[in-house]
């Protein structure tokens, strides 16, 4: 069936550094492909979103590309803010129009 | 607009115990769905409903019951709660429209149930 894989947290980082966060998936078909951000105390919201092989999604400095033949879809910021400070969730849409999430990664960026 | 909303906020109730959370929506959307978020096992569906007077189960549906007889609203039931059901519960809508894969969510409601 279909998964998603995200790498373990927590991820600490310090102000400007630069982010990754892994994510891989198992799926039948063409997914769309999504990440999903959860601020403290919050519910989830859209990131960022890549619906075809090879498209980038971006949004607020976050880049992940949709890696048909690594089956990958890596979320990278080029410098964190301690704003960033979240779990981060990878996401994919089945055939049937439900999303499946990954585990989630912590975020956490020091000053 | 005040987006999704969840009723409560929080809750502790005692095994055996009933209990219905409320999710509503302003945004006219059709789909709705209830997760469920646990340590180390992201979000898990547990059931949905793709319009008005329509319900389908998840990936996790035993022990919960939903009801959908509005549009901009989807009921959560808990007839008998379990320590197991201990969870923070997040209610989403979608409509095909925007792409029924981007899921609006609510603030969540955190259960404890002891």
């Known amino acids: 069936g279909n998964s998603v894989t995200q790498m373990e947290g927590p991820v600490t980082l310090s102000e400007e550094a630069f982010l990754t966060i892994n994510c891989t998936y198992t799926?039948?078909?063409?997914?769309?492909l999504f990440w999903y951000v959860q601020y403290p105390g919050e519910g989830l919201q859209l990131l960022l979103k890549?619906?075809?092989?090879?498209d980038k999604g971006s949004n607020k400095g976050f880049e992940a590309t949709y890696r048909k033949e690594t089956t990958s879809f890596h979320l990278e910021k080029g410098s964190v803010q301690v704003s960033d400070s979240a779990v981060y969730f990878c996401?994919?849409?089945?055939?049937?129009?439900?999303?499946?999430f990954g585990q989630g990664t912590t975020l956490q960026v020091k000053p | 607009n005040a987006g999704v909303t969840q009723t409560p906020k929080f809750r502790v109730l005692k095994t055996g115990q009933s209990m219905t959370l409320l999710c509503a929506q302003d945004m006219n959307h059709e789909y709705m769905y209830w997760y469920r978020q646990d340590p180390g096992m992201g979000l898990r569906l547990i059931h949905y409903?793709?319009?008005?007077?329509?319900?389908a189960k998840g990936e996790v549906p035993d022990g919960y019951n939903v009801s959908r007889l509005k549009k901009q609203n989807f009921l959560l039931g808990l007839e008998s709660a379990a320590p197991s059901q201990t969870s923070v519960y997040f209610c989403a809508s979608a409509t095909p429209g925007q792409g029924i894969h981007e899921q609006y969510f609510g603030p969540g409601t955190r259960l404890t149930v002891t």
């Open positions: 890549a619906t075809k092989a090879d």
């Open positions: 409903s793709v319009g008005e007077g329509t319900t």
């Open positions: 799926a039948t078909g063409y997914p769309s």
């Open positions: 996401a994919l849409s089945s055939n049937t129009g439900k999303l499946i």
